[in-house]
């Protein structure tokens, strides 16, 4: 008899996700498994904390849910607190696994886990978070486009969007102990409260995701009007708010793209319907761009190794986290941020450009702390847009937001500004201890 571990990663469902389809087909038996990397609960260069409440409390949300949906496939989920290279090759020899089965990852860190992995057991990887498949875009990867123009025509002439898998009917296994979710508090974090101005309450799982969709295309048909609402601020509907699940995978970005394409086929197909597709291209671009440049996204320089001479202010930046900075839009949506765990594409392209253009800071610092606040944090569309933001990335001109100017065009009235900007100081110092 033939038993495999499967390691979920970032793909925390059972829709369209190629390692369980092939781990349920190639084996008799299946133990899944999810290792709770303690390198990512602890602070980074800056002293910042790699992983903040709100996306902990997200993902342990998400696991309960992926604990359920394997229950009812037969199942159990495993879930442990460690370092992944030493618990899984512990398991496999436990419970008598001779192969490991997970999902893709394309960032310096996590494939350097999966080296390790790989030299103590026999794995098999499968792009579970990618649009495409790699192998089968119309190029090298050592070959594909510095800019998104040129990949975008290219893949929409030359690749297809493969369809999402169907999860199997059921997951057999030997008899496995209960499933054991620790807690945000027993983890040593404080969940902030929640704060009724933020845009969503943002809940983790498959299942919140699919409901989300279908709320989002089907229940309201916002779909329809994406492209004149995605660079609003206030409300739940002005954008998809798909990326928290895409970033753990509790959904797929196929699974998005073919639902839009059943959208276009049965309401209207328009230039809305086309931009979240378009949106999804970016996703899925700057995976590609680190699977090119590997470690240089995240040097000083970017993966244009360009020259640049960062200040290295601690007060300014300082006040920046906490959005007292003076700019009231920054700081609008910096504590957007900081009392939510949420910002606006278009909040996060204006506080990125003030922080590297206008105090000068290193970028990686302002990507260190999205990386610790946001719930939707994507290590590849993080570095990917805060190099793009710096001038360090896929284009070389340097995108410098006249905050003023952006705030007169989005927030005419005032109205977010005013939302974020009262009753937020005592707020701001009770929790921004846990991330500095």
Not at 120 to 130: K, L
Not at 272 to 293: C, G, P, Q
Not at 407 to 435: C, N, P, T, V
Request: glycine letters at 6%; aromatic letters at 14%.
């Amino acid at each position: 008899m033939s038993r495999a571990i499967l390691w979920f990663r970032n793909d925390l469902r059972l829709n369209d996700n190629p390692a369980l389809n092939a781990a349920v087909r190639e084996c008799d038996e299946v133990v899944p498994v999810y290792v709770l990397d303690e390198r990512y609960l602890e602070r980074d260069r800056w002293g910042i904390r790699r992983t903040g409440p709100y996306r902990l409390k997200f993902l342990l949300e998400s696991l309960y849910c992926l604990s359920e949906c394997l229950r009812d496939k037969g199942s159990r989920l495993i879930v442990l607190k460690g370092l992944p290279e030493g618990e899984l090759p512990r398991l496999a020899k436990e419970y008598g696994c001779s192969r490991i089965y997970a999902s893709k990852e394309y960032t310096h860190e996590e494939i350097k886990v999966e080296k390790a992995i790989d030299e103590a057991c026999d794995v098999q990887f499968y792009h579970s978070s990618t649009l495409y498949d790699p192998e089968q875009l119309p190029f090298a990867i050592n070959q594909a486009p510095d800019v998104f123009t040129a990949f975008r025509k290219r893949v929409e002439r030359y690749a297809a969007v493969p369809e999402p898998l169907s999860p199997p009917d059921e997951i057999p296994g030997p008899e496995l102990p209960d499933t054991h979710i620790p807690s945000v508090e027993s983890l040593g974090f404080k969940m902030p409260p929640a704060d009724e101005r933020a845009v969503l309450e943002f809940k983790g799982g498959a299942m919140e995701a699919h409901s989300r969709l279908d709320h989002y295309f089907w229940d309201t048909e916002s779909l329809s009007s994406y492209k004149e609402t995605r660079n609003g601020l206030i409300g739940a509907d002005y954008s998809s708010k798909f990326s928290p699940w895409l970033a753990n995978g509790s959904i797929s970005a196929r699974t998005i793209y073919y639902e839009v394409e059943s959208y276009e086929a049965e309401v209207e197909a328009n230039q809305s319907t086309y931009w979240l597709k378009f949106e999804l291209l970016w996703r899925a671009y700057f995976r590609l761009v680190a699977m090119r440049y590997g470690r240089r996204i995240f040097f000083p320089g970017g993966i244009q190794d360009k020259a640049v001479d960062w200040k290295e202010d601690k007060v300014a930046f300082s006040n920046w986290c906490a959005g007292t900075t003076g700019d009231d839009f920054v700081d609008a949506n910096m504590r957007e941020l900081l009392l939510t765990g949420f910002m606006s594409n278009r909040g996060r392209q204006n506080v990125a450009s003030y922080l590297v253009h206008r105090l000068k800071q290193d970028w990686r610092k302002g990507a260190a702390w999205f990386e610790s606040l946001l719930v939707d944090y994507d290590v590849c569309s993080n570095y990917g847009n805060w190099m793009y933001a710096a001038g360090v990335g896929n284009d070389p001109r340097d995108r410098i937001f006249n905050t003023g100017k952006q705030a007169s065009m989005y927030d005419s009235d005032g109205a977010y500004r005013q939302l974020w900007l009262k009753e937020h100081e005592l707020a701001a110092a009770a929790f921004i201890e846990q991330y500095l």
